[in-house]
């Protein structure tokens, strides 16, 4: 089984560059092999072209300066947003500069080690982390995911495989939830978050585009919407927690037709891996028509 755990970053300058240079060779990368992809397709009319960063190494030099698993990433990500357009959904898109940004490496030879104070990152080294949750003896760890929100914070996400080991319980006492109905607590973060955003976006309309307050409204308005989806990511982790130790067998239902509770989807899949975690259970039947 798989696990991420999530913790703030606090690199030096010099490191800030560097993760920076990265973010900027992988979204140049994914941008190049999507654009080669398209006129690939223009030119032979064959939709597969198979190609891999090491091909554009030689005429980019600075693509060189950057971790090449990085940049493998990036060309496994495109890959599979192709294979989801094949599928179904829609054509890839560029990446713009001005998204949240974020690469993944991957864990080969001890490259990635995390300490109590510091992990070690390819290419970045020894960088400072606040460790507030311990990784289990024998988690294994198999990729780390830097990232940067638009308030300039840095994060990693170190996601970890581990063996199920956890002794399956005896259900005595089990809890059905429906898909249409939010928990309490959710419902209390989402209204808090909406009224503050209300609040800013109402200021922000009153403002001269594009004059000094309008600009610092606006990082203000982005540092909110980074603390709504922080407060809800906190809420969604304190109930799910709270069902795992109280049920030992939670169904989620959900019906054909009715709209669900906002993140449901994250939702279930927390409450899931917390559960497993304690030998537990989550029962999901198929959707029931909208009487």
């Known amino acids: 089984m798989n696990k991420a755990y999530k913790y703030r970053l606090y690199p030096t300058e010099e490191q800030a560059e560097q993760i920076k240079k990265t973010f900027g060779c992988v979204r140049f990368i994914y941008n190049r092999m999507l654009t080669d992809k398209i006129e690939h397709y223009k030119t032979t009319g064959e939709p597969v072209l198979t190609v ?41 898109r560029f990446k713009k500069r001005n998204e949240r940004e974020s690469y993944t490496t991957n864990s080969v030879n001890g490259n990635i080690r995390v300490g109590e104070r510091h992990i070690r990152l390819p290419k970045t080294g020894e960088v400072r982390l606040k460790k507030h949750r311990e990784i289990p003896e024998g988690y294994a760890v ?40 939010e928990p309490a607590e959710l419902s209390a973060s989402r209204r808090r978050s909406e009224a503050e955003l209300k609040k800013l976006k109402r200021e922000l309309g009153r403002m001269e585009k594009g004059s000094a307050n309008w600009v610092k409204q606006q990082r203000r308005l982005a ?57 537990k259970y989550l029962v999901k039947p198929e959707k029931t028509e909208k009487s």
Do not use: I
């Open 223 to 279: 540092e909110a919407r980074v603390r709504a989806a922080d407060r809800r990511s906190d809420a969604l982790h304190k109930e799910t927690k709270r069902l795992a130790e109280e049920y030992d067998l939670v169904e989620v239902r959900e019906s054909e037709g009715e709209p669900t509770a906002e993140s449901w989807g994250m939702f279930v899949g927390l409450l899931k891996y917390k559960l497993e975690d304690r030998g």
């Open 52 to 92: 891999t960063p090491a091909k554009y190494k030689k005429e980019y030099g600075f693509l060189r300066e950057v971790d090449s698993l990085a940049l493998a990433n990036a060309q496994r990500h495109l890959e599979t947003a192709y294979k989801r357009y094949f599928g179904g959904a829609g054509f890839p």
């Open 142 to 181: 198999k990729s780390a995911t830097v990232s940067r929100d638009v308030t300039g914070k840095y994060h990693v996400s170190v996601l970890c495989e581990y063996e199920k080991l956890a002794e399956a319980a005896e259900v005595k006492k089990r809890v059905e939830l429906s898909a249409t109905e």
